[in-house]
């Protein structure tokens, strides 16, 4: 048998490494191959989502399973939120609601922030449906068919925030 090239065989023993090389008899190797070879225990145990990846997309489960929306405008115009939220939630990789709490509060401490998250579901709802929505303006009363006004979309993330801890609080 001709000298075997020193190539890396993860978790072998004589008997594998022999079926390798005969397998391989007489084959020219690319960088590729060594590299491939080299490489597939790299992942080995871990998932090839990225971790931020796996917590947005958790985060938008819990988004989908506690805040009651029937028409799911809200919910659709939060898991964005979500998706662009990358700083708040690298910091609470280990408690993910943590960063959805940094995100609902403000809006809801804050009524210009509010009135825009409102403003936000509307164009979000007018999409989905295919209709005009109704853009209420602060200080003025709603429109008796708008779904999502001020004073509605204030009460579902008020329920949403205590969800989240009552969440925190089982943890």
């Known amino acids: 048998m001709s000298k075997q090239p020193d190539l890396p065989i993860p978790?072998?023993?004589?008997?594998?490494?022999?079926i390798f090389f005969d397998a391989i008899a007489g084959?020219?190797?690319t960088l590729a191959d060594v590299i491939g070879q080299a490489g597939g225990d790299f992942l080995k145990g871990e998932s090839p989502v990225p971790r931020?990846?796996?917590i947005k997309t958790e985060l938008k489960l819990f988004i989908g399973e506690h805040l009651q929306?029937?028409?799911g405008a809200l919910q659709a115009v939060l898991k964005q939120l979500v998706?662009?939220?990358?700083?708040?939630?690298s910091h609470h990789l280990d408690q993910p609601l943590l960063a959805l709490q940094e995100l609902i509060t403000p809006i809801l401490e804050k009524p210009t922030e509010l009135y825009e998250l409102v403003h936000q579901v509307d164009f979000k709802w007018g999409q989905m449906y295919e209709e005009r929505p109704y853009f209420?303006?602060?200080?003025?009363?709603?429109?008796p068919d708008?779904?999502?006004t001020h004073?509605?979309?204030?009460?579902q993330l008020t329920q949403f925030l205590a969800n989240i801890n009552a969440n925190l609080e089982k943890m």
């Open 83 to 89: 998706d662009q939220a990358d700083e708040p939630i």
């Open 52 to 54: 931020l990846v796996q």
């Open 11 to 18: 978790n072998s023993n004589e008997r594998d490494r022999e």
């Open 27 to 29: 084959r020219e190797f």
């Open 146 to 148: 708008d779904e999502y």
């Open 136 to 143: 209420q303006q602060p200080g003025s009363p709603a429109h």
């Open 151 to 155: 004073e509605s979309v204030k009460a």
């Open 69 to 71: 929306d029937s028409s």
